[in-house]
């Protein structure tokens, strides 16, 4: 069973950064596709950036294009998600995802296991 948590999320100012990271565990699979969600009050959690462990493809969403990138340390097992230029929209709990396999599409129905989250909040 795959186990993910995160950390590194907390309150920073507009245009601040923060880097979130994501450890994973009981990984078994030679490749994963992991990635970064987030959930702000009152709205459905969307998908902010995916990376493929093997061939190190990603993708962003466009909002946060530019301003946010995905990495992984295949040695240590940890997925990143730097966050840099925040803005107040970005200001949401974000989780860390996998799903065993290549990576397809950036929707929550399509990754299988998921942390518990870590609060990002961005004030002006």
């Known amino acids: 069973q795959v186990r993910l948590v995160e950390s590194g999320g907390g309150s920073v100012e507009v245009g601040g950064s923060l880097r979130l990271s994501c450890a994973a565990s009981g990984v078994t699979y030679s490749r994963y596709c992991m990635g970064w969600f987030r959930q702000a009050p009152g709205k459905d959690r969307e998908g902010v950036a995916m990376?493929?462990?093997?061939?190190?493809?990603?993708r962003y969403i466009a909002s946060v294009k530019g301003r946010f990138t995905i990495s992984q340390d295949s040695a240590k097992s940890t997925l990143y998600l730097q966050m840099d230029t925040l803005k107040a929209e970005d200001t949401a709990m974000y989780y860390c995802?996998?799903?065993?396999?290549?990576?397809?599409?950036?929707?929550?129905?399509?990754?299988?296991?998921w942390g518990q989250g870590t609060q990002v909040t961005v004030s002006s």
């Open positions: 990376i493929d462990t093997i061939g190190g493809f990603t």
């Open positions: 995802a996998a799903v065993n396999g290549y990576c397809y599409t950036l929707a929550v129905r399509d990754f299988r296991y």
